[in-house]
């Protein structure tokens, strides 16, 4: 786990760096969307979740501190072929709360505007832990999310065969080549 990077630091028969093996796939992890999923269908919704999400809290928490804050698709290390000159998602809930109810999502007597489903990526401690910080983070604007796990299996065919998901955490390498 990301979480015992400084205590293997401190062992003078290791050695880290700082890129690892972000740095050498140019990974990224992102939010993957059904669109064909009444909510968000919905530009506004979408733009509202990605605003409602304290990036730099899942790097500084759930990664440990490490990794790079980006809203592209491409790695921020892949030069000369990233560019920040893209639309950002600050962390923002009055402006996620503003897109909901633009959307006609208000929220109802219980502070509720619909329920989704959210199916973490099943691989690796961080992905669950992204997952299940979404719960809460959706809540404070008034979606609540319930979780899904499964294996991996399960996963690939819900996801990439049934299309039978809301949400989904998931990764992707942006190497080079």
Same mark, same amino acid.
């Given at each position: ?65 490490? =990794? !790079? ?6 790695? @921020? %290390? ?7 000159? /893209?639309?950002? $998602? ?20 219980? =502070? !509720? ?6 199916? @973490? %990526? ?7 832990? /992204?997952?299940? $910080? ?44």
């Amino acid at each position: 786990p990301m979480r015992d990077t400084p205590r293997l630091e401190k062992l003078p028969h290791l050695a880290t760096d700082e890129i690892g093996i972000v740095g050498i796939t140019a990974g990224v992890v992102r939010i993957e969307f059904n669109l064909n999923n009444q909510y968000f269908k919905s530009v506004k919704v979408r733009q509202a979740v990605a605003h409602a999400i304290d990036k730099e809290f899942i790097k500084n928490t759930l990664l440990s501190g490490y =990794g !790079i804050v980006t809203d592209s698709v491409l790695s @921020p %290390l892949l030069t000369p072929y990233y560019t920040n000159e /893209i639309t950002h $998602y600050p962390y923002d809930l009055k402006k996620a709360e503003k897109l909901l109810d633009e959307a006609g999502y208000k929220r109802g007597k219980d =502070g !509720i505007r619909f329920t989704v489903t959210h199916d @973490p %990526l099943p691989i690796g401690e961080a992905n669950v832990a /992204i997952g299940n $910080y979404l719960k809460p983070a959706l809540k404070k604007v008034g979606i609540e999310v319930n979780i899904r796990s499964q294996d991996m299996a399960a996963y690939l065919k819900r996801v990439y065969t049934d299309r039978d998901f809301d949400f989904i955490n998931n990764g992707m390498n942006t190497g080079p080549d």
